[in-house]
């Protein structure tokens, strides 16, 4: 059997909506049993598949949670109090369902709390957790100080304020948590405005996904120093290993166009006016051009204390701007209406390097930020 909260047996009941319940009793799993029960119940208050499996499967279940915590209380487990709670608070959570279904009375008139049972073992819980978290500490490693967090958390959950778990809650995230440095190279000064562009937006990047909820922080080098950083653990150097900005080509092409029977005037024949048709022609030059920007970023990761290269990778991005029109000389009736509005474009002023030297590093961001989030994904 298992102990969710009331938040997960509120999940259960999506999916379960069709379910009496009899199937869940009868293969033993008791709350499961209740859940389905009384969520069928509560569409339907009169269903009897669904009071039969209620009336039989919550003694039992409560019984099973009761045991559950008595064993807890009179083991050695090092959380013993915090899981004694746990099965009371399931009983608690059978209770609340129970108590919002009205065609549940019906069968369970009495529901069986325990709030005020549970009191009295939050202090014993909390100590437990506060030792346990003390002990964690003490192992002087990354990966206990991340343990020794959670227990300082669950004694401040149960008694806030417990002797000075604030304090040790403060170290133990301190200690938990990577220290990365983030140097980002800067471009040359031509492309300053862009180039801080780019870092700050990289740095926002880390900021709002790296919050105070996750075990990882990045510090930039002024950050670090600023803060008196004594330890860090990890180096995260980025830099443009070679970029080009605005790179022009322009292609020309000319050609012929010609249209038949096109009526280019009149003419008197036996004292009559008749339209005359002939071929009318055109050149065409057309002009095509491109704006190429493109670059190569690199991303390195070190380990501080070793110097090893941990992680090594280049991202590519590409831009490229263009600019299309056309003239011609001739009749314009040779030509076809997609060629004419070709004409009546004009070459365009393509935008500055910095405007240019932004558009190619949109890929390359959505890629350094990706390879960021997967090389950190499991620490």
């Given at each position: ?127 437990e957790s506060y030792n346990l978290g003390i002990d964690a500490l003490m192992k ?240």
């Amino acid at each position: 059997m298992r102990a969710p909260h009331l938040a997960i047996a509120t999940a259960v009941f999506l999916t379960i909506a069709c379910s009496s319940g009899k199937k869940a009793y009868e293969r033993g799993d008791y709350y499961e049993a209740v859940t389905q029960s009384v969520n069928r119940l509560r569409q339907n208050p009169d269903h009897s598949k669904s009071l039969e499996a209620l009336k039989n499967a919550y003694p039992l279940a409560v019984e099973y949670y009761e045991q559950e915590a008595k064993n807890q209380i009179a083991s050695n487990a090092p959380l013993k109090w915090k899981s004694a709670i746990e099965s009371y608070n399931t009983i608690n959570g059978l209770y609340e369902l129970i108590r919002q279904c009205p065609g549940c009375k019906k069968v369970v008139p009495n529901p069986k709390e325990y709030y005020a049972e549970i009191g009295p073992l939050k202090e014993k819980a909390a100590e437990e957790s506060y030792n346990l978290g003390i002990d964690a500490l003490m192992k002087g490693n990354r990966m206990e100080a991340r343990r020794a967090y959670f227990n300082f958390n669950d004694a401040q959950k149960f008694v806030p304020g417990y002797k000075d778990v604030v304090e040790y809650l403060d170290k133990a995230k301190f200690e938990a948590t990577l220290k990365v440095v983030l140097e980002q190279i800067p471009v040359p000064r031509r492309y300053d405005l862009s180039g801080d562009f780019f870092q700050d937006k990289v740095e926002s990047y880390l900021r709002n996904t790296y919050t105070e909820t996750t075990f990882i922080r990045f510090y930039t080098p002024g950050e670090a120093k600023g803060e008196n950083l004594q330890v860090i653990d990890q180096v995260v150097r980025i830099e443009f290993d070679d970029f080009s900005v605005g790179n022009s080509v322009l292609r020309e092409k000319t050609e012929t166009y010609s249209k038949d029977s096109v009526r280019v005037g009149e003419a008197k024949v036996n004292g009559k006016v008749v339209p005359v048709y002939n071929t009318v022609k055109a050149k065409l030059t057309t002009y095509h051009k491109e704006v190429m920007s493109q670059g190569t970023l690199s991303m390195v990761v070190t380990d501080a204390k070793t110097n090893g290269v941990l992680d090594h990778k280049k991202y590519s991005g590409q831009y490229v701007w263009v600019s299309e029109w056309a003239r011609f000389n001739g009749d314009e009736r040779a030509l076809a209406e997609p060629q004419l509005r070709l004409c009546r474009l004009r070459e365009q002023q393509p935008p500055g390097p910095q405007d240019l030297f932004l558009e190619f590093t949109k890929p390359i961001y959505n890629q350094l930020t990706s390879g960021i989030r997967g090389f950190y994904q499991n620490y």
